[in-house]
């Protein structure tokens, strides 16, 4: 089982990225699926959920307006938008750990977790 993120890179205050998450090995499609990042020197946390239909999403108050997490049948997406300094991290998709929960926040409910891919955002 895996999952694996892409789109990460070096970008501008104000630009835009899509990450991408593809799962191989199993199908996700009735997990929630989430992203979350680490900055460096700090812990990781919650950055954006979606259910497992698609039609629920959650959002760290820090990235809302700002970032849209989307999901078809292999991929998990985080548009990533008027990007700051501040959003300089390796982000992480995650599967949740239960099929057909609801969409949830902590990083401790997930059991799947891909290999990260690094926004670097220069001022």
């Known amino acids: 089982v895996q999952l694996q993120a892409s789109g990460g890179g070096l970008v501008q205050a104000g630009d835009s990225l899509r990450l991408s998450c593809l799962a191989s090995?199993?199908?996700?499609?009735?997990?929630?699926m989430g992203w979350f990042r680490q900055a460096p020197g700090k812990e990781r946390e919650f950055v954006a959920a979606v259910s497992a239909s698609g039609g629920s999403t959650r959002y760290a108050d820090s990235v809302k307006d700002r970032f849209t997490i989307s999901r078809d049948h292999t991929k998990t997406y985080l548009q990533v938008n008027t990007l700051k300094p501040e959003d300089t991290a390796v982000y992480y998709c995650?599967?949740?750990?239960?099929?057909?929960?609801?969409?949830?926040?902590?990083?401790?409910?997930?059991?799947?977790w891909g290999q990260g891919t690094l926004v670097t955002v220069s001022s």
């Open positions: 995650a599967a949740d750990r239960d099929r057909d929960s609801i969409v949830r926040i902590r990083w401790s409910e997930y059991d799947y």
């Open positions: 090995g199993r199908s996700f499609s009735r997990n929630a």
